[in-house]
């Protein structure tokens, strides 16, 4: 089964269907609001997402630390922003972009 990426308004969906329509139904099932904006047949049946794009370079994995600061703040971003910068000494873009990145990652 073929591997799509479905853009909508709010959104960026990777999911496997059948076809374009199969692909666009589980978005719409998924998000009813959305508006697909863009849906790419992806041309292997893989999913990669960089690291350093995500400003992820270290060799330690921020996950963790990350997770349990989304935890602690309830899911509240500025708030584990805060926390994750308090405890790992990262200065603001740094901590945006970490937790953020676990939040689309679904900690």
Do not use: Q
């Amino acid at each position: 089964m073929p591997l799509f990426e479905v853009e909508t308004d709010c959104h960026i969906i990777i999911t496997w269907a059948a076809d374009e329509d199969a692909a666009s139904t589980v978005v719409h099932e998924a998000y009813p609001v959305d508006r697909v904006i863009r849906l790419t047949k992806r041309p292997r049946d893989t999913w990669v997402i960089s690291k350093t794009a995500l400003g992820i370079a270290r060799p330690t994995d921020p996950c963790s630390t990350a997770r349990d600061c989304l935890s602690k703040a309830a899911g509240d971003k500025v708030h584990a922003i805060r926390l994750y910068m308090h405890e790992t000494g990262s200065d603001l873009e740094r901590a945006r972009k970490v937790i953020e990145s676990n939040m689309v990652m679904g900690w």
